[in-house]
């Protein structure tokens, strides 16, 4: 099976010396703006991924006030910390897209987390591109088209491996199906940090 049009694969991308660096960059971000736990809209059932954000804007998610960007930590109430000057660099170099990315989401993965199949749209421009950055133990992701009921195509990413998600797989539902423990030895702690940049905003 073909992967989805708009879908690009850059296995190994980051060589381990570039990882490394990356990691110690968000060791940084990771003091000034520590992971939270987020909760489902409604009935603020707890995500198995904590999270924590940088760069202008940050997806955040509670019972409450359910999915959204926004410019402080849901805990600190401060700013998010400004994205690391690599991570911009990955992003001018595969992104294609003349602005550079408002937020980036950082998925922590220990233990049994996971994230189940969905559709990112919170975002208000579809037309930028979503980028991947994975750090860590190996994950099986799986990816579809735009109906729940697609067929799906499963891919192990690899620490240093980035996606890019463009055109129909933008809008592809999509998840993490399983972290294959002690794959990597990247992070100390174990488990995995995935890194998402995204446009949020309209136009540039
Ligand atoms: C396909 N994160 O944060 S990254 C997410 O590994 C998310 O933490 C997963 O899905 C993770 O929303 C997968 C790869 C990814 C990111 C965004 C996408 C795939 C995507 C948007 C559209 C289609
Ligand atoms: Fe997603």
Redesign the pocket.
């Known amino acids: 099976m073909p992967y989805p049009e708009g879908f690009g694969y850059f296995e190994g991308y980051l060589s381990p010396i570039e990882q490394a660096a990356l990691l110690s960059a968000l060791r940084d971000v990771l003091a000034e703006a520590p992971p939270f736990v987020p909760t489902m809209p409604k009935t603020g059932k707890p995500m198995s991924v904590v999270m924590s954000n940088c760069g202008p804007l940050g997806w955040v998610t509670d019972k409450e006030r359910g999915y959204r960007y926004q410019a402080a930590h849901p805990v600190t109430g401060r700013p998010w910390p400004a994205m690391p000057p690599a991570l911009l660099a990955i992003w001018a170099d595969l992104a294609g897209f003349a602005h550079p990315p408002e937020a980036c989401?950082i998925?922590i993965y220990a233990g049994k987390a996971k994230?189940g199949q969905?559709v990112?749209r919170d975002e208000k421009d579809f037309s930028a591109p979503?980028l991947?950055v994975?750090l860590g133990d190996d994950?099986v992701?799986a990816?579809g088209g735009t109906a729940r009921t697609d067929p799906r195509q499963r891919v192990t990413?690899r620490s240093g491996d980035v996606?890019l998600?463009s055109g129909k797989?933008?809008?592809?539902y999509?998840?993490?199906d399983r972290v294959l423990r002690g794959t990597s030895n990247l992070l100390a702690e174990g488990g995995r940090i995935?890194l998402?940049l995204r446009r949020v905003t309209k136009g540039g």
Not at 169 to 172: E, K, M, P, Y
């Open positions: 989401l998925n994230m969905h990112d979503v991947s994975s994950a992701f990816i990413l996606m998600l797989s933008r809008l592809a999509h998840g993490i995935n998402t």
